[in-house]
Structures are given as C-alpha cells and as structure tokens.
C-alpha cells in the first residue's frame, strides 16, 4: 500500500482519539495535529504525498464523526438541532481545505528536515566493502 494512504489512515485514527480525548469541541485542530504528525512520522517527502495524507485525514475524520454523531441522534429518537446559520458555518469547509494543504505543507516541510539531502543517499549506499 502506498505510504500516503498508510499515513492518511494513521492521521485518521490519531485526529479520532484526539477529538475522543479532548473535553471540548476543537473543529479543525485534531485533523491538523494529526495531519502534521503522520506525515512526519511516516517521512513523506513528496509535497504530493503529504496532501494525500493531509486530506485522507480530515474527509475521514470529519466525515466519520459526523456520521456517528447524526447516527447517535437518530438511534435515540433525538431530534436533529436547529442549526443557525452564520458565518462559521459557511466558511468553515474552507477553512478546513486550507487547514489541510498548511498541514500537508508543514508535515512535509518538517520530514525533509529531517531527512539527510537527497544527493547524499546514493552516495553513502555505493561504497565498496573493504578488501
């Protein structure tokens, strides 16, 4: 399986324990921890990656939870709350897609750094045994 989607899962599983954890609501914070902690753990260098795993973590972390909150609501005949609409609720997906691309940014920023340079690798794994 391709590291990004190891480390979007990982993220995933992090941001849920985070939001599980945590005594109040923190929106977008857990995703981002989270985002920014797998892709570093993981090593992605790959600005690419480190968006794979970025959004891997918040659509199912956002998605996941919501899901089971609405579920926990229908099965005990709840009724939905009235939502008022203002303009966090409008903005806040965007926020949250910016939030994952900074995330993915920093995560792969903080990986590279502590990674040796690219050109030192091939260097290192060509030396000849001694005689």
């Known amino acids: 399986m391709n590291p ?3 480390a979007g899962i990982s993220g ?20 981002f921890l989270a985002a920014i902690l797998v892709i570093f753990v993981y090593g992605l260098d790959t600005f690419r990656d480190g ?12 998605g996941i939870l919501g899901t089971i909150s609405l579920a926990i609501l229908y099965s005990s005949n709840e009724p939905y709350p009235s939502i ?4 966090w ?5 965007i926020v949250s897609a ?15 750094k502590k990674k040796p340079p690219r050109e030192l690798l091939p260097l290192i794994s060509q030396q000849s045994p001694p005689a």
């Open 84 to 87: 008022n609409i203002d303009i």
């Open 12 to 31: 995933f599983l992090v941001a849920i324990v985070i939001n599980l954890f945590s005594p109040v609501y923190l929106d977008f914070v857990p995703s």
């Open 51 to 62: 968006l794979v795993a970025a959004f891997m973590t918040y659509i199912f972390n956002e």
């Open 98 to 112: 910016i939030t994952a691309v900074i995330a993915g940014y920093i995560g792969v920023w903080l990986a590279l």
């Open 4 to 6: 990004s989607i190891k």
């Open 89 to 93: 609720t409008m903005l806040s997906p």
